[in-house]
């Protein structure tokens, strides 16, 4: 077997790998022409159906809980539906317009808390490097991995055991930290695709920091902060587990309804449960559709 | 580009000498004074540093609140609450040992799932399917991502459990060999539809992730692997999978995470029963399920510290599992077994 050595390439130009390597990989390459074309081709088709039908196992549950939503929630919508108040539990009739009002007024105490920190917080990543905003950016990254039960406890010890009411203000409290880290890299990531060089260009016009952050950073990273911020409320507007320990009642709430509505053995009831999933569904599906939309407009506009 | 602006002080102008040639003899005795600052305004550097502080504060916070609150029950139960006893607030029982294990059996059925079915569909995505197909399909997989897990798992409840308990499950307890994991009566509400719902929850993550570790293998290296004459599912086989190794590992590890933390459509689905299943189709209960199901039911003090003990493991594993899957993302690619230049020729 001829080596790149003995073939006269130069030392420097072998890339260094141990032998160990070298091994491994003769033995990928003997292995890989082992089999007649035929067999392999036949081996690489198996693999390719097995690959398809993985897609199709992935996409069924989504279509039949999309159908099985839609199809089971639309016979519980009407428009008495949606401005009614809910009937006590067992008797049928009755709307969801607490939960909405009340799912509203929540993602709003969120918005107000979680949208202008993040801006700052990202800004503060954007602008500092070092030990101090790499290691809030570490932990903005884990923190959106924490599960969002621990942050309805979190705002239960802050908030409810402290001043002893359950209150739509903690529950806007924990969907805000929910939404936070999301939200500040989000922002982040969208900075960075603003050129230094124009920040620097900002910055040796004279221009105060404050008014480069304003024109010249988030100027640029708008369509990215939009998006980011749409996406996160999408996230916070379907969860369900800040508000459990946080929300005085779960009529005032569509998620904590549906989870209230689910385990009762009232047919009105499940119908209730599906007819909200269908309104939130729809909700999220708006969000999700509009920030990608304004993102794709927006970088259409200032290409 | 944040290389560039780590390589920048803080005040990039104000480094340079021209900046400091104004401060003449004054500049030995304070060197301090080189630095000028750039024109800036107090409140715009107060709402940054306030804004960084402030999260700081909420991490630091949310962590010493679950420690405090739940030192109550591990000063009761010792720190054998971790992995002993059963849960039974009537007899003044708490120990989160069945917890633990449900959690962990779920999460690792869950990935069984959708680990093979997430790098099916990523590697059909990224390398099988037309460009045309492929972008709607993976938008709408991301869809399931945004989908809430409250409707998920009103789904799982009303129509997934009927269908296990009359068609999958007694269909699973007659496999052969495997049949021994399925034992028992098909109730619906099991540890297996539990792990099910987890892997519906976690495939859009698994899919995103690997999907974009798969799109960063070289071209260079498939086109090598080809020239060695391998076919299409060889090229894929021993160089892209193996050269998205990491970011594969990232996937997984994140999505275990994930699965780890999911709580409420757990709660819906895996029955409630506090104790280590016997059999896929028992009913069960994990670290998430037990605390939205006992929260609300617990004794004011020693009750609710216990549960707030389980949300400090939860957060204790789901902080270890994550830290570990972003470090994995933050490693720059992987060891390639197929490179350009190999060694032989």
């Known amino acids: 077997m001829r080596t790149l050595r003995s073939a006269g390439v130069p030392d420097s130009a072998i890339p260094d790998m141990g032998v160990a390597a070298v091994a491994r990989r003769r033995v990928v390459v003997r292995d890989c022409a082992r089999h007649s074309i035929r067999r392999r081709r036949m081996t690489g088709r198996a693999m390719q159906v097995i690959c398809l039908i993985a897609v199709l196992i992935g996409v069924t549950p989504l279509v039949a809980l999309v159908i099985a939503t839609v199809s089971k929630g639309a016979g519980a919508l009407s428009i008495g539906f949606l401005l009614h108040a809910p009937t006590p539990e067992g008797v049928p009739g009755g709307g969801i317009s607490t939960a909405i009002v009340g799912s509203g007024e929540i993602v709003a105490y969120a918005v107000a808390l979680a949208v202008p920190l993040g801006l700052f917080i990202a800004l503060f990543l954007f602008e500092r490097a070092g030990a101090i905003a790499s290691s809030i950016r570490f932990s903005a990254d884990v923190m959106s991995g924490v599960p969002s039960i621990i942050i309805g406890i979190f705002a239960y010890a802050v908030y409810v055991e402290r001043f002893h009411h359950f209150s739509n203000v903690a529950a806007g409290f924990a969907l805000g930290v929910l939404m936070l880290p999301i939200m500040v890299r989000a922002n982040e990531e969208a900075m960075r695709t603003v050129s230094v060089d124009l920040w620097e260009a900002g910055i040796s016009l004279g221009a105060r920091r404050s008014r480069v952050a304003r024109s010249v950073v988030l100027r640029g990273a708008l369509p990215g902060v939009v998006t980011g911020n749409l996406l996160a409320l999408a996230r916070g507007v379907g969860e369900t587990a800040p508000l459990l320990f946080t929300v005085a009642s779960p009529t005032f709430a569509m998620t904590l309804l549906i989870f209230n509505d689910a385990t009762q053995p009232f047919p009105d009831a499940q119908q209730t449960a599906w007819g909200t999933a269908l309104v939130l569904l729809t909700l999220v599906l708006i969000l999700s559709v509009t920030a990608r939309t304004i993102a794709w407009t927006l970088n259409r506009k200032t290409r | ?345």
Do not use: C
């Open chain 2, 1 to 345: 580009m944040s290389d560039l602006i780590a390589s920048l002080p803080p005040s990039p102008v104000a480094g340079s000498s021209v900046a400091g040639e104004g401060d003449d003899g004054s500049q030995a005795l304070r060197p301090w004074r080189k630095r000028r600052r750039l024109p800036s305004s107090p409140l715009y550097a107060i709402v940054r540093w306030g804004g960084a502080g402030l999260f700081a504060a909420l991490v630091i916070g949310l962590i010493v609140s679950i420690v405090s609150q739940s030192s109550q029950a591990f000063a009761h139960s010792g720190l054998s609450f971790l992995w002993s006893g059963t849960w039974n607030p009537d007899a003044g029982d708490y120990a989160g040992g069945t917890l633990v294990a449900g959690t962990v059996i779920t999460t690792l059925v869950a990935m069984i799932i959708v680990v093979p079915i997430g790098l099916g569909i990523s590697v059909s995505l990224s390398e099988l399917i037309p460009r045309w197909l492929a972008g709607p399909l993976s938008t709408s997989i991301e869809f399931l991502a945004a989908v809430p897990s409250i409707v998920v798992g009103l789904w799982a409840l009303l129509v997934l459990s009927p269908l296990f308990a009359t068609d999958v499950e007694p269909a699973l307890e007659r496999l052969p060999v495997l049949g021994w994991f399925f034992h028992g009566p098909a109730y619906g509400p099991s540890v297996l539809l539990a792990s099910v719902v987890l892997a519906i929850m976690t495939l859009p993550t698994v899919v995103a992730l690997s999907r974009t570790a798969l799109g960063g293998v070289p071209l260079a290296d498939r086109e090598a692997a080809m020239a060695l004459g391998a076919t299409h599912w060889q090229v894929v086989r021993r160089t892209v999978l193996p050269g998205a190794r990491s970011g594969i590992a990232a996937a997984i590890t994140l999505a275990v995470g994930r699965a780890l933390g999911e709580s409420i459509a757990v709660a819906l689905v895996i029955g409630n029963r506090p104790a280590i299943p016997h059999s896929l189709l028992a009913p069960g209960a994990t670290l998430g399920s037990a605390i939205v199901n006992q929260f609300a039911e617990a004794s004011p003090g020693l009750g609710t510290s216990a549960v707030i003990a389980l949300a400090g493991i939860l957060l204790l594993l789901t902080i270890l599992v994550n830290v570990a899957g972003q470090l994995l993302v933050r490693r720059r690619g992987g060891r390639r077994l197929l490179g350009v230049r190999g060694a032989v020729v």
